[in-house]
Antibody, heavy 120, light 109 residues
Framework: QVQLQESGPGLVKPSQTLSLTCTVSGGSVSSRSYYWSWIRQHPGRGLEWIGYIYYSGSTYYNPSLKSRVMISLDTSKNQFSLNLSSVTAADTAVYYC????????????WGQGTLVTVSA | SYVLTQPPSVSVAPGETAMITCGGNNIGSKIVHWYQQKPGQAPVQVIHYDTVRPSGIPERFSGSNSGNTATLSISRVEAGDEADYYCQVWDSSGDLYVVFGGGTKVTVL
C-alpha cells in the first residue's frame, strides 16, 4: 500500500520560503509510471495544482506560481520536496503531496495534508 | 488554460440519485477523474478514466463523459456520501497540466 506523508513547518513568516517534504512508502519515486505532485487547498476553497516532478527530474508547474515554485526529488530518501518562495498570507493553505498516474488513473494516492499558515 | 465548471451545490434525498456535472470544452475528448473530499480529510478518488471505480469504491458510484459534459452519478445516496466532489483532467495541450473543477458540495437532505 502506497503512503505519502508531508512534513515541514506549520508556520512561515511573510516573504520567507515555505519548504515541505513528502516521504513515500510502499512505492518508489524513481518509478517511470508516476508524477509526484503538490496540490494545495486554501481554507474553504477548492483544489489548486502547484506542480509535479517526474523520476527524471523534469518539472511542471502551475503558471500562476511558476516564478516562486521549485519541486525537487531525493531518490536516496524516496522523498520529494516543495519550495515556495516569497510567501504571503495568500499562501496559507493545506498542502497535499500526491502520486499522479495522469490520464491512466489520475491521482490515486494523497498524503493527509499539512496546514501551512503564513503569518508574522 | 482549460476550465472545468461544476455546480457549487447539489441536494439529494437519501435513496435517490445525485448527478454532479463537470463542464468543459469538448471534455469528452479528455479523460476525467473524480474525487470525494469529506471535511478535514484528504481527497479520495472515486472514479478514474471516466468510468472506472477504484478498488473499494461502491458500485453506487459511476461516471460518464461525452461532448462538453462529464457526470458523476451516485445512486441510492446515503448520509455518508455527503461531501465535496471534484472533477479533474490532465491537459497536455496547455500550460496548466492538472486542472480541477471548482467542486460541488453534495448535501443529503
Amino acid at each position: 500500500q502506497v503512503q505519502l506523508q508531508e512534513s515541514g513547518p506549520g508556520l512561515v513568516k511573510p516573504s520567507q520560503t515555505l519548504s515541505l517534504t513528502c516521504t513515500v512508502s510502499g512505492g518508489s519515486v524513481s518509478s517511470r509510471s508516476y508524477y509526484w505532485s503538490w496540490i494545495r487547498q486554501h481554507p474553504g476553497r477548492g483544489l489548486e495544482w502547484i506542480g509535479y516532478i517526474y523520476y527524471s527530474g523534469s518539472t511542471y508547474y502551475n503558471p500562476s506560481l511558476k516564478s516562486r515554485v521549485m519541486i525537487s526529488l531525493d531518490t536516496s530518501k524516496n522523498q520529494f520536496s516543495l519550495n515556495l518562495s516569497s510567501v504571503t498570507a495568500a499562501d496559507t493553505a493545506v498542502y497535499y503531496c500526491a502520486r499522479d498516474a495522469q490520464a491512466a488513473a489520475g491521482i490515486e494516492y494523497w498524503g493527509q495534508g499539512t496546514l501551512v499558515t503564513v503569518s508574522a | 488554460s482549460y476550465v472545468l465548471t461544476q455546480p457549487p451545490s447539489v441536494s439529494v434525498a437519501p435513496g435517490e440519485t445525485a448527478m454532479i456535472t463537470c463542464g468543459g470544452n469538448n471534455i469528452g475528448s479528455k479523460i476525467v477523474h473524480w474525487y470525494q473530499q469529506k471535511p478535514g480529510q484528504a481527497p479520495v478518488q472515486v472514479i478514474h478514466y471516466d468510468t472506472v471505480r477504484p478498488s473499494g469504491i461502491p458500485e453506487r458510484f459511476s461516471g460518464s463523459n461525452s461532448g462538453n459534459t462529464a457526470t458523476l452519478s451516485i445512486s441510492r445516496v446515503e448520509a455518508g456520501d455527503e461531501a465535496d466532489y471534484y472533477c479533474q483532467v490532465w491537459d497536455s495541450s496547455g500550460d496548466l497540466y492538472v486542472v480541477f473543477g471548482g467542486g460541488t458540495k453534495v448535501t443529503v437532505l
